[in-house]
């Protein structure tokens, strides 16, 4: 039955293309619904996935940039920007079925309840998705770290639908936690971005980690009053983040390797938004530590920094600032 369901990636952007793209190799009926500019780089040149684990595909899913195709669709994954949420919604209500299943395959932690809100009666399902995907340009997205696809429990269709080869997907009945966890981890977007280095060659930089595990001590302890206990990925405990990246270099390059495999193209979606001129995602992840600091009554002053130089950024549209790590930790 899964080869026979119509999936729509809703928002075919770099995740989007990727997962897309994967699913189209393993055999399901898949359309893209890209914006004019990728579904003309994809009639140029075709869809090109590589993976840090060496292999290559080359999927031919339908693509349109009509969105009636979700007018047939069983399963529409969005995997939109944060700010184009309520704009997809409103393309899903006007054209997809009542029975089809959404999945938000977005970053943060707030965009299923807003699909949840702008689509009343329809099922919605929470999605995450770990690893890293840089868009080369040319047709080509390539995976640059390691990671599972998670899924909200309780659509069992939706995760056979999912499970093809080279896609590690796995189901969650707390997507709360997992949600929060992933957000401790994209803290670093924004550092990579403003730092303008490979993502490897900058969390090799004990400095960049100092600040990273600053935004994450700072996020640690609001949820901690909140209530939430942060999902892991991989054996080392949420927790435990800030203690590790203070490691030493080589200290920490060998505890990381077992958690996550990342090779050198990989770069953040946020650094590739800054060099190509486009609003970021740092108000749905540091600006998401920052505001649950104001609805505790409580600070996240390196949190705050960080969402300040990228908004500063994205204002110049001059790429990444390549900014001094240490001017991040404050006085």
């Known amino acids: 039955m899964s ?4 999936i729509v990636v809703a928002g075919a952007g770099s995740i989007g293309c990727f997962v897309g793209g994967l699913l189209s190799a393993g055999g399901r009926r898949v359309t893209l619904l890209a914006r004019p500019r990728i579904a003309d780089e994809l009639e140029q040149h075709g869809l090109h996935l590589t993976s840090l684990e060496g292999w290559t595909a080359d999927p031919s899913p339908a693509v349109s940039v009509d969105p009636a195709v979700l007018g047939t669709a069983d399963l529409v994954l969005v995997t939109v920007k944060s700010g184009a949420t309520e704009e997809m919604a409103r393309l899903i209500a006007a054209h997809a079925p009542a029975s089809a299943v959404v999945v938000s395959l977005q ?3 707030s965009n299923a309840d807003r699909l949840r809100t702008l ?3 329809r099922t919605v399902l929470a999605g995450m998705v770990s690893f890293n995907v840089l868009h080369r340009g040319e047709g080509r997205f390539h995976r640059g770290t390691s990671g599972p696809l998670i899924v909200e429990a309780g659509e069992e ?10 896609l590690d997907v796995q189901n969650a009945p707390d997507m709360g936690g997992v949600q929060w966890g992933k957000l401790l981890l994209n803290l670093n977007n924004a550092l990579n971005a403003l730092s303008g280095l490979p993502l490897r060659h900058q969390l090799l930089d004990r400095r960049w980690r100092r600040v990273l595990a600053a935004q994450q001590e700072e996020g640690l302890a609001l949820l901690a009053e909140a209530g939430i206990r942060p999902w892991s990925m991989g054996p080392i405990p949420a927790r435990r983040f800030p203690q590790l990246l203070r490691l030493p270099t080589p200290l920490f390059r060998a505890l990381a390797r077992s958690a996550v495999r990342i090779d050198p193209l990989a770069r953040s979606s946020m650094w590739e938004d ?17 505001a649950l600091a104001e609805r505790l009554g409580r600070d996240a002053p390196v949190n705050g920094r960080v969402l300040a130089e990228v908004r500063k950024a994205e204002a110049a549209g001059r790429g990444s600032p390549r900014l001094d790590p240490t001017t991040l930790l404050g006085p």
């Open 274 to 290: 800054l060099e190509r001129g486009r609003t970021t995602e740092v108000g749905e992840l540091q600006g998401a530590i920052v």
């Open 157 to 166: 269709r939706v995760i056979d639908a999912l499970r093809v080869p080279r």
């Open 119 to 121: 689509l009343p009666g």
């Open 107 to 109: 970053n943060g932690v």
């Open 3 to 6: 080869d026979t369901l119509h």
